[in-house]
């Protein structure tokens, strides 16, 4: 299986300021069509996944242009510009590149 | 709007089985396959698999074989994961999900098992 490793951020992280999570894949996300296989989910409390971002950089529909995925490969960031207190929550990364699926263990965000 | 309201919580004895229920609304309900995910503070999320809500095919994450059973009644919209041979491990949040790309989610199921 496909192995997801987020970084931590350095909480809590002042409001109005950008952050930046970091996710690696075990393997290349890259899939024959050319795509990278790569979503990122906002989960705030006490509520389900939120879809962010998918095939690396694209934003799901209604999403702030504050949150900006990128990276190739196996490397990827999640950036989250002039953060805000409805961003408090836990961050997934989740590979969609191959069976089955998996998910980064998640990266918590504080706000100051 | 793109809806999947699941079944509310269950407590379970080790050794039983429980049947949980997605009921989509506002969409097509073969336009999406229908995945699940358990989420558990010790493991985080891990996919289960998902079910092909046209066909009625289905994967299983490996890890999941015999223990999660996915099926889908068209007539009414709604997917379905039956837990068999329940233990305090599966002791969970169970969600399900609409979509290749996983954009639509149902609030959860709690699942408890204990005796």
């Known amino acids: 299986d496909i192995v997801m490793t987020q970084g931590a951020l350095p909480n809590p992280v002042p409001s109005g300021e950008s952050a930046s999570i970091t996710c690696r894949s075990s393997k290349s996300l890259v899939y024959k069509d050319g795509k990278t296989y790569l979503n990122w989910f906002l989960q705030r409390p006490g509520q389900s996944p939120q879809l962010l971002t998918y095939w690396t950089s694209t934003r799901a529909s209604g999403v702030s242009e504050r949150f900006s995925g990128s990276g190739s490969g196996t490397y990827f960031t999640l950036k989250i510009s002039r953060v805000r207190a409805e961003d408090a929550g836990v961050y997934y990364c989740q590979q969609v590149r191959e069976y089955p699926y998996t998910f980064g263990a998640g990266t918590k965000l504080e706000l100051k | 709007q793109v809806q999947l309201q699941q079944s509310g919580a269950e407590l379970a004895k080790p050794g039983s089985s429980v049947k949980i229920s997605c009921k989509a609304s506002?969409?097509?309900?073969?336009?999406?396959?229908i995945s699940w995910i358990k989420q558990t503070t010790g493991q985080g999320l891990e996919y289960i698999g998902y079910i092909n809500t046209g066909s009625g095919g289905t994967y299983y994450n490996e890890k999941f074989k015999g223990k999660a059973t996915l099926t889908v009644d068209k007539s009414s919209s709604t997917a379905f994961m039956q837990l068999s041979s329940l233990t305090p491990e599966d002791t969970a949040v169970y969600y399900c999900?609409?979509?290749?790309?996983?954009?639509?989610w149902g609030q959860g199921t709690l699942v408890t098992v204990s005796s």
């Open positions: 999900a609409g979509g290749r790309r996983f954009a639509y």
């Open positions: 506002g969409y097509t309900f073969t336009s999406y396959d």
